[in-house]
Nanobody
Framework: QVQLVESGGGLVQAGGSLRLSCAASGGPFNNYAMAWFRQAPGQERELVAAINWAGLMKNYLDSVKGRFTISRDNDKNSVYLQMNNLKPEDTAVYYC????????????????WGQGTQVTVSS
């Protein structure tokens, strides 16, 4: 099973930017769809962005469209989330996830998880 390690979280002011990274190991990275989820205190985990194995198919949570960009580098076994114009409501723990079906971008496909990285946006 693939192992995932996130990095890049932190504290940022509203309007600022952060770039999250996720390094994968233990599996053929380009066999997996990849995604970023987030979970705020007292709320359910939600799918923020997903990308298929080749990076040609992407989807986004409506509230982050135009602000967040998911990308991947299969040569580096990594997936990224560029977050611009951050808002206080983006505050959450962000999780990287891998899905065994490389074309399936639905939340149910993702069953391997990293440990999470905290993103805090101050107003």
């Amino acid at each position: 099973q693939v192992q995932l390690v996130e990095s890049g979280g932190g504290l940022v002011q509203a309007g600022g930017s952060l770039r999250l990274s996720c390094a994968a190991s233990g599996g053929p990275f380009n066999n997996y769809a990849m995604a970023w989820f987030r979970q705020a205190p007292g709320q359910e985990r939600e799918l923020v962005a997903a990308i298929n194995w080749a990076g040609l198919m992407k989807n986004y949570l409506d509230s982050v469209k135009g602000r967040f960009t998911i990308s991947r580098d299969n040569d580096k076994n990594s997936v990224y989330l560029q977050m611009n114009n951050l808002k206080p409501e983006d505050t959450a723990v962000y999780y990287c996830a891998a899905g065994v079906h490389p074309y399936d971008l639905g939340a149910a496909n993702f069953d391997s998880w990293g440990q999470g990285t905290q993103v805090t946006v101050s107003s």
